[in-house]
């Protein structure tokens, strides 16, 4: 009987796959180049989004509460600390929407969700894009450092080619609808790319400027005045 293709690795999988320790894996989580993961069964949880009520001011509009059961994604700072101390109560997992939450609670409003370093786990499509992803260049490529001429090492993200997409997708498609719609078709460009991925936070400030500076100028061609004000207030998730 053939065994089926398991979807995940555990820490210590892949601790053996690559050679190395757990906090080599927890050092990359740290650094945002590798996504860490964890199960939950019938853990509650309070989902809602974030809300900008103001300039760089936010505000939660809870949505329910939730029986999760699933795989999950934590935040680098969890995963960090559940490999360094062995085990760690965690508050939140990553929601899908960038402009939501979703946090672990109990009924008195105390994280009550404790993860063993054992309990983690790694996608086995982030283990594959994190090793397609830093492949040793064959001898003789230049590195992008030669390529543009100047000198240091080759920043960490292509801003380069995520402003170049930025303008052809307003070009060719129009303004996306809200600032999460644009913050996720930039996301999927460096996906698509085979690129680091910064994370979501990161691309959110990057365009914030940008799409409020779109929002005022669609308003001005519209004379209606609100497009900034109604807009601006979509929300955008936390780091």
């Known amino acids: 009987m053939a065994i089926p293709n398991i979807s995940f690795f555990t820490l210590a999988d892949l601790c053996e796959r690559w050679g190395v320790k757990p906090p080599h ?9 590798l996504i860490l993961s964890v199960g939950l069964s019938g853990v509650r949880a309070e989902i809602g989004e974030w809300l900008e009520v103001d300039t760089d001011e936010w505000q939660r509009a809870p949505g329910g509460w939730r029986q999760l059961t699933g795989i999950f994604d934590i935040s680098r700072n969890d995963a960090w600390a559940i490999i360094k101390n062995g085990r760690q109560a965690i508050g939140s997992v990553v929601p899908v929407e960038p402009d939501g939450y979703i946090e672990i609670c109990s009924r008195d409003g105390q994280p009550e969700f404790v993860v063993a370093v054992d309990d983690l786990l790694i996608r086995r499509e982030e283990v594959e894009r994190f090793e397609a992803s830093n492949t040793p260049a064959p001898r003789g490529v230049s590195e992008p450092s030669a390529a543009r001429g100047g000198p240091g090492a080759p920043p960490k993200y292509d801003w380069d080619g995520f402003w170049i997409e930025a303008c052809r997708h307003i070009h060719d498609d129009g303004i996306p609808p809200t600032q999460a719609a644009m913050v996720r078709d930039l996301l999927d460009w460096f996906d698509e790319n085979d690129t680091a991925v910064p994370d979501q936070s990161t691309i959110k400030k990057k365009v914030s ?5 779109l929002q005022v100028a669609s308003s001005a061609m519209r004379g209606d005045g609100s497009g900034a004000d109604r807009n601006s207030r979509v929300g955008q998730g936390a780091a």
């Open 209 to 213: 400027k940008l799409w409020k500076a």
């Open 25 to 33: 894996i927890g050092a990359l989580a740290l650094d945002q180049k």
